[in-house]
């Protein structure tokens, strides 16, 4: 069958700054997804698109289109309102494991379709799947099983939903196209509209850990995804966060776990439960439950009641020890003072040069491989006292996580006057 475009004369209009239209962009994406485009004339057509952008209309027609390629969901026999959170990825970013089941103490079903870590940021299934028994992939009768009770799943994607963006995300991810506006923007938008939530709360990172490194772009992909949302009938806003600096105490699967754990039982460290509760907030807002009071759900146990039979519903044992690195490594402060900056990024790289994180997608990762961090920006310091442990199974990679780290942090003699606010800004 003949085709009806050809992808060179896509390609050429756009490296020429030109508009695509409406029929160009539904035939790439299908043609795409089932092979009629070849891998490299599609990544040169999406580093076209990094180059030149696209404009609003191109861009909600490209989400549609990877909409189309796949399955929608339907929540609507669940007879109770659906929210769903969404981070651009992150160092240390593991507030979906808290969140989702504390929104779902409300009554709000949270139906959280989550992906793996791919470089330097982690992957909310990697993370639970060093709770021991877990399994990330249900079939949607048991996810919906799961919804109804105790309310809230985390679990991986089917093969089904937006299975384009499932094949244009790994050839960006090696070809260097991964930073372009539109393509995350189509690319976040498209498995959450296909998935069917009532309710999105967007989680835009921006600084040095994150795919947006500063606000004007965070901003821009933030506005972009907020009226894709929003013209798809879905209740959309998003909270622009800093991730300058990892977020928590801990970088790494089982140590995240830990972490959320700690949160869950009503501790766990301040800009963790800040960002979990104000993602909770808009999520319970947006499903119709404004009142609900998500901080005392967090410190009474009810938050930690859910989780325990979500994680009990998937198989996992909430009660079982993670496992826990073989070897540790620590890094000492040189001098007293007060710590000033410590760089998500290099963080991140550190972490996953240690085992956590995979280069390929289908390596394994390490669960107690990570980062272990004594002291955050604005902390006070004496020389000789842990700064940060690494850890990993496989000791031969400590070199390497240290080299990252290198001009990761700095000690100032001077308090600091003012740290850098952890939400930066909400677009809705
Ligand atoms: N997360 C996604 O799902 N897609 C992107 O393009 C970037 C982050």
Sequence with gaps: MAEAFDAVDIIRTKRDRGVLTDAQIDWTIDAYTRGAIADEQMSALNMAILLNGMNREEIARWTAAMIASGERMDFSSLGKPTADKHSTGGVGDKIT???????????????????????????????????????????????????????????????????????????????????????????????????????????????????????????????????????????????????????????????????????????????????????AEEMLAGAGAADADPAAALKDGRAMDVWRRMIAAQGGDPDAPVPKAAEEHVITADQDGWLTELDAMAVGVAAWRLGAGRARKEDPVQAGAGVRMHAKPGDRVTAGQPLLTLCTDTPERFARAEESLEGAWSISSNEPTALAPLILDRIA
């Design 97 to 279: 494991l808290p969140l989702a089941p504390l929104v779902a103490v409300f009554g709000v079903a949270v139906p959280q379709l989550s992906g793996r870590g791919l470089g330097h940021t982690g992957g909310t299934l990697d993370k639970l799947e060093s709770v021991p028994g877990w399994r990330a992939s249900l079939s949607n009768e048991e996810m919906m099983a799961v919804l109804r009770d105790p309310g809230a799943v985390i679990c991986a994607a089917g093969s089904g939903l937006a299975p384009a963006d499932k094949k244009l995300y790994a050839l960006r991810d090696v070809t260097g196209t991964v930073e372009a506006i539109p393509l995350i923007a189509s690319s976040i938008m498209s498995k959450k509209i296909a998935e069917g939530t009532g309710t999105l709360v967007l989680d835009v990172k921006c600084g040095s850990g994150a795919f947006m490194k500063d606000e004007e772009n965070a901003r821009e992909l933030a506005r972009t995804m907020v009226a894709l949302g929003q013209d798809a009938g879905v209740n959309t806003v998003a909270l622009m966060t800093n991730m300058d600096t990892p977020l928590g105490l801990t970088a790494g699967n089982a140590l995240e776990v830990e972490e959320s754990v700690e949160v869950l039982a009503g501790g766990g460290p301040a800009d963790v439960v800040e960002l979990t509760v104000a993602l």
